[in-house]
């Protein structure tokens, strides 16, 4: 695991398939997915405060693979979309992927991961509600890459965290491997309208200054 800063207050913890991110409030921390099983220990090695929360932006197994193992030892509350909620506690069974053309030989290069342990959630959010770190973190629901996939954005530091909704593999794009793309291409679209100065995404580099730009050229290329 790579950890670096993106800007104040906020890190990357980048794993050999996907990310996550800590937020620091102080002593309050929150952490934004989870990466694949096995990466529990890595992530507590970097925590220098109380885990308070630990939001999912959608159910994929790089990204609550760690979940169930964090929660537990260290008694976050677990934040999920109310369409993710069922699928993350392994109460359900999440939609596969639509794959365009293009991306059959993506997919197929894609190392198989472990499914992830089911895991509590403590809230079911829904588009428009606010959760206590960053300023006021507001949940931003992006449908698509599956049906609860949610965004989070912080209007004070000006920072959106996309899940999967927007990859940054090459130059920022809209994520593959969705269940509706239609659905996803929408969803890129009315984050690309909320003007922020940095963006962060489940695969690639953050974009930090200039997002904004970003994501409007790869909503305009989507479609």
């Not at 990310?19 to 220990?41: N, Q, S």
């Not at 030892?73 to 794959?99: I, Q, S």
Request: aromatic share 4%; glycine share 14%.
């Amino acid at each position: 695991m790579e950890i670096f800063e993106v800007v104040p207050g906020l890190h990357m913890l980048r794993f050999p398939v996907g990310a996550a991110y800590l937020w620091r409030d102080g002593r309050e921390l929150t952490l934004i997915d989870t990466g694949p099983v096995g990466h529990a220990a890595q992530i507590e090695d970097v925590l220098d405060g109380e885990l308070k929360r630990i939001v999912l932006t959608h159910w994929h197994e790089d990204h609550t693979g760690s979940a169930a193992e964090l929660a537990g030892r260290h008694g976050a509350e677990v934040v999920a979309h109310r369409l993710e909620a069922p699928v993350v506690r392994g109460e359900a069974v999440g939609a596969p992927p639509v794959l365009e053309e293009f991306e059959i030989p993506i997919r197929a290069g894609v190392p198989q991961l472990p499914p992830a342990p089911p895991c509590r959630v403590d809230r079911e959010v829904e588009d428009g509600e606010v959760l206590a770190f960053g300023g006021g973190a507001a949940v931003v629901a992006v449908p698509g890459h599956t049906d609860g996939s949610m965004a989070l954005h912080l209007p004070g530091p000006d920072v959106l965290f996309t899940g999967d909704a927007v990859h940054n593999v090459g130059r920022p794009s809209l994520g593959v491997f969705n269940t509706d793309r239609a659905r996803a291409v929408e969803s890129l679209h009315r984050i690309a309208g909320l003007g922020v100065a940095t963006v962060v995404f489940g695969h690639g580099d953050p974009v930090v200054g200039g997002a904004a730009d970003a994501l409007r050229g790869a909503a305009a290329a989507a479609g």
